[in-house]
């Protein structure tokens, strides 16, 4: 497991955007790009993947502790920093489709339509007797019941 898949699963485990990951690598006197950051995010075949050193690893790292924790003269609840982080986190826009849309409109719960003619059982097929492929067989093999 790379520095890049490390990152990028805390990333998503603390949902957090690549803003706040900024302010946390400023709190330990780091300074990186929103460019640089994406960079690291991307996947290793495009042609701007840039492979996440150890010390840029390092340095969000302790941030992440100061930003969670706090420091010894002004302590933090990690639970609240979370929480937080989770109350900003926006919900993904979910697609709307026109038929979901008239039923979100209506008061009236999903009805089937119903047809003009009732419904017939078709009459069950008569099937000739079944013909006995094989033969039936007794095997001798084994011990002998006595």
Do not use: W
């Amino acid at each position: 497991m790379t520095n890049n898949d490390i990152f990028k699963k805390l990333r998503v485990a603390l949902m957090l955007r690549d803003d706040q990951i900024i302010e946390i690598m400023e709190l330990v006197d780091f300074r990186i790009s929103k460019s640089e950051l994406g960079a690291f995010f991307r996947d290793e075949s495009h042609e701007n993947y840039m492979e996440c050193g150890d010390q840029a690893l390092r340095n969000f790292l302790n941030g992440l502790v100061i930003h969670l924790r706090g420091t010894k003269e002004n302590p933090k609840n990690p639970m609240v920093e979370i929480n937080k982080n989770r109350a900003d986190a926006s919900p993904r826009e979910q697609k709307v489709f026109p038929r979901d849309e008239a039923a979100r409109k209506s008061d009236k719960p999903f009805e089937k339509p119903k047809s003009d003619k009732p419904f017939k059982k078709k009459p069950a097929k008569k099937s000739e007797p079944k013909i006995q492929v094989v033969e039936k067989v007794r095997f001798s093999n084994g011990k002998k019941k006595s």
